[in-house]
């Protein structure tokens, strides 16, 4: 597809169908997010899939907005160093906001719709994952074929008026 | 281009031609930050657009690893309010992340090269672009048609290996 359909075809899928992602598509996704740049390329993320029905109910647990995985395909868990300093978080969380976008942006283009989750319960989290102490979720991004209408370039997207969010030159 | 292009294609570019990035590309690249989802879609982003010479160089001073911005085309500078919770500033940070990457894709789509630069000083960042007490520059992101090569798949991408970042259902 298009790159720039790609792009705007994306839109947050919460209910998916039962078709799988394959292996091959599932890389590409995965790839995409390995791929994403960060501070001084530090790369401080490490991506755990899960795609078994059991580990997706558990995961669906972790918080109250995260039901949807439970259903999906296959969820990606984006995982961070649990940094205690300020700055490094926040340098780790927008590094790993890019590599979540260029994930869904590959799914989309793939046709597969995806759905943020946050974690609440970390320590649960980190039980189902086998995650080392050191290192927590920064989020879940849950990909699948949408149960509703395919992907397609979104004609209204729900955002504030361009012109607003955009300044030319000054504020 | 194809969407798996352009994402293998973005590569880290702070050497730019003089060659100008034409106003409909340059609000295609905005558009896909302004489409990036975020947290509860809260929008906590704008976009401040330089691309007057005086005003670049002036933004390549706010940091010591941002002299690029001063020969890029155009800069985007990511703006988020200058909030003090650590969490609304982590999801804020996570959200740009998505928005950059965004930008960046849709650049690379058209052949567009992208580099990110910080702001070390945000009080001379918001007297240059007038931005209110209460927001903040989460990153400024350079964007200009490479000087040397052009924009192609990336063949030997420095990161950690694929099989070391990518944990399957288990750390």
Same mark, same amino acid.
């Given at each position: 597809? &298009?790159?720039?359909?790609?792009?705007?075809?994306?839109?947050? %899928?919460?209910?998916?169908?039962?078709?799988?992602?394959? =292996?091959?598509?599932? &890389?590409?996704?995965?790839?995409? +997010?390995?791929?994403?740049? #960060?501070? #001084?390329?530090? =790369?401080h993320r490490?991506?755990?899939? /899960?795609?078994?029905?059991?580990?997706? +109910?558990?995961?669906? &647990? %972790?918080? =109250? +907005?995260?039901?949807?995985?439970?259903? /999906?395909?296959?969820?990606?868990?984006? %995982?961070?160093? @649990?940094?205690? +300093?300020?700055?490094?978080? &926040?340098?780790? =969380?927008?590094?790993?906001g890019q590599a979540v976008m260029a994930?869904?942006?590959? @799914? #989309?283009d793939l046709g597969i719709g995806s759905g943020h989750a946050s974690v609440g319960d970390q320590a649960r989290a980190r039980r189902i994952l086998g995650l080392p102490e050191d290192q927590e979720c920064a989020y879940m991004v849950a990909f699948g074929y949408p149960a509703d209408r395919p992907l397609a370039p979104l004609t209204k997207p729900n955002r504030r008026p361009f012109a607003e969010v955009v300044h030319w030159a000054k504020w």
């Open positions: 597809m &298009e790159t720039w359909d790609a792009i705007r075809a994306r839109r947050n %899928v919460r209910a998916y169908s039962d078709r799988p992602i394959n =292996q091959p598509d599932l &890389e590409r996704i995965l790839r995409a +997010g390995w791929l994403a740049p #960060s501070a #001084s390329n530090r =790369q490490d991506f755990v899939v /899960s795609s078994d029905r059991d580990q997706l +109910g558990q995961l669906a &647990e %972790v918080w =109250q +907005g995260a039901r949807h995985v439970a259903t /999906s395909a296959a969820t990606v868990v984006v %995982v961070i160093p @649990a940094s205690t +300093g300020a700055r490094d978080r &926040e340098l780790d =969380q927008f590094d790993a994930m869904m942006i590959a @799914a #989309s």
